[in-house]
């Protein structure tokens, strides 16, 4: 997304194989973008591929050290899981 906005909008989907998804992690990292510069970090959440759970979810971001440092960086996420 290189639209500049406080609320992009990304439409991605994404389709993993795992091989042992008792032990899979996933990782929501956010960056900004910038043309002249490199990408700053904004934040991060990574969870246990378990325990995901189907629908939308309010995702406060760790901007640091794995604890939360700014209220304002989250993400507001649809998640969908299909185990086939």
Not at 11 to 25: D, I, S
Not at 61 to 69: A, M, R
Request: charged share 15%; with cysteine; aromatic share 14%.
């Amino acid at each position: 997304m290189m639209i500049a906005t406080f609320n992009p909008q990304w439409g991605e989907k994404f389709t993993l194989q795992l091989h042992c998804p008792q032990v899979a992690l996933v990782r929501f990292c956010v960056k900004d973008f910038d043309s002249t510069s490199a990408n700053d970090f904004v934040g991060e959440f990574t969870l246990p591929v378990m325990s995901i759970r189907p629908g939308y979810s309010h995702i406060r971001l760790n901007t640091g050290y794995g604890h939360v440092t700014d209220e304002s960086a989250s993400i507001f996420a649809r998640i969908g899981i299909e185990w086939t």
